[in-house]
């Protein structure tokens, strides 16, 4: 009988942390995929794969997921889109600062991963007062802090789309209607 409760408690908990990785990127995350795969030369060679389909496995996922894990970004933002990024993810701070606060997180190693990555793209890009004037070695530095939240935003992104596909299709449908990585990607249901 403990164990059967144990493995229900572990649903539930497992429920309520996609449902925070679900505020996420629809908040935050999601929007965040779009500035920065717009400005990676490399995503159309996986672009394809990112376009998850209603008849993806779980064999698919993980062949994606290797795909992804050994991708090597190239995001680069020159300083004027540096500004504007910054502006963006300093309006999103009290939001991401409450995710943290919920308890929930601390069970989600990778995560918590996206989440110190995002914390820290903000802090370095806040913590300069000229961003439109950046040289091209601090740029080179800032490009390695971009790349690192991307591609576990990526990863993130993955794992979250197989949740949604294997548990909530309603929602997954959304999700791809409004995938990040699809350029023709419309919220609106065509025939």
């Not at 996986?46 to 994606?64: M, T, Y």
């Not at 919920?102 to 802090?123: I, K, Q, S, W, Y």
């Not at 993955?158 to 999700?175: E, G, I, Q, T, V």
């Amino acid at each position: 009988m403990n164990q059967l409760l144990s493995v229900r408690a572990k649903r539930e908990r497992l429920e309520k942390m996609n449902m925070v990785i679900g505020t996420f990127f629809s908040e935050v995350g999601t929007n965040l995929l779009v500035r920065l795969s717009d400005r990676d030369p490399n995503l159309s060679s996986i672009k394809e794969d990112l376009v998850v389909g209603n008849d993806w496995s779980d064999a698919d996922f993980a062949r994606v997921r290797k795909h992804l894990e050994a991708y090597s970004s190239a995001v680069t933002i020159d300083p004027a889109e540096l500004v504007v990024l910054k502006e963006y993810l300093i309006k999103k701070r009290n939001f991401l600062l409450r995710l943290l606060e919920n308890p929930m997180l601390l069970e989600h190693g990778p995560f918590t991963e996206v989440l110190r990555a995002v914390f820290h793209l903000t802090d370095e890009l806040e913590r300069r007062e000229d961003l439109a004037g950046t040289p091209e070695s601090d740029q080179k530095h800032l490009a390695g802090d971009i790349n690192r939240a991307y591609r576990l935003l990526a990863l993130a992104w993955l794992d979250y789309m197989k949740y949604l596909k294997n548990n909530y299709p309603y929602l997954f449908s959304l999700a791809m209607r409004t995938n990040p990585f699809d350029e023709t990607a419309s919220p609106v249901v065509k025939a």
